[in-house]
């Protein structure tokens, strides 16, 4: 079966950590490009951080530059994203993306 499963969302305090897993199942993660993205309540799905397939070469949001890093685990097929330094704008639900494919979501939610 196809599919991705995502984890590692919660209530983190201003300037603080989480890492968000993406565990696919039913192809490779190396073989398709693959993206975080987030929508806020009331707010358009936004692109957070891609990966590309070919060269690994990654892109990110602005507004997340420098706090956000993607990864890749081809060993456990599984995506990452290292959110540091959070921010009470970051609140939001996260989803994984592989070509048309994508997770149901996890809830970020940055709070003091």
């Known amino acids: 079966q196809v599919q991705l499963v995502e984890s590692g969302g919660g209530l983190v305090q201003p300037g603080g950590s989480l890492r968000l897993s993406c565990l696919a199942s039913?192809?490779?993660?190396?073989?398709?490009?693959m993206s975080w993205y987030r929508q806020a309540p009331g707010k358009e799905r936004e692109l957070v951080a891609r990966?590309?397939?070919?060269?690994?070469?990654?892109e990110y949001a602005e507004s997340v530059k420098g706090r956000f890093t993607i990864s890749r685990d081809n060993a456990n097929n599984t995506l990452y994203l290292q959110m540091t330094n959070l921010k009470p704008e970051d609140t939001a639900v996260y989803y994984c993306?592989?070509?048309?494919?994508w997770g149901q979501g996890v809830q970020v939610t940055v709070s003091s």
């Open positions: 990966k590309l397939r070919r060269d690994g070469s990654t």
């Open positions: 039913g192809f490779i993660v190396s073989s398709v490009p």
């Open positions: 993306k592989a070509s048309t494919l």
